[in-house]
């Protein structure tokens, strides 16, 4: 798994491992600060019409990060 080989076929471009990085940072990063908060009082606190637009924006990118159209591994036996 970490052995070099000569003339292999990279799996993951360098954009592919920086956006890896920067989203796991800023994962780790929410979680940390939102450590002692629950997410119902959170939404309790949030305005109905920021709410709403906070989960339009997360189900967009949901929609948007898949990359292809294949199905899970699971699936394909």
Known sequence: ???NVPKAEA?????NIIKVLTIT???VAFH???RDTKV???G????W???GITCVV????LVWSQESGSSFIYFQF
Do not use: G, Q, V
């Open 11 to 15: 799996l993951l471009t360098t954009l």
């Open 40 to 42: 119902l009082a959170l």
């Open 44 to 47: 309790e606190k949030m305005p």
């Open 49 to 51: 019409w920021l709410l």
């Open 58 to 61: 997360l189900i967009l990118l």
């Open 25 to 27: 940072f800023f994962m």
């Open 1 to 3: 798994m970490f052995y």
């Open 32 to 34: 940390w600060t939102m």
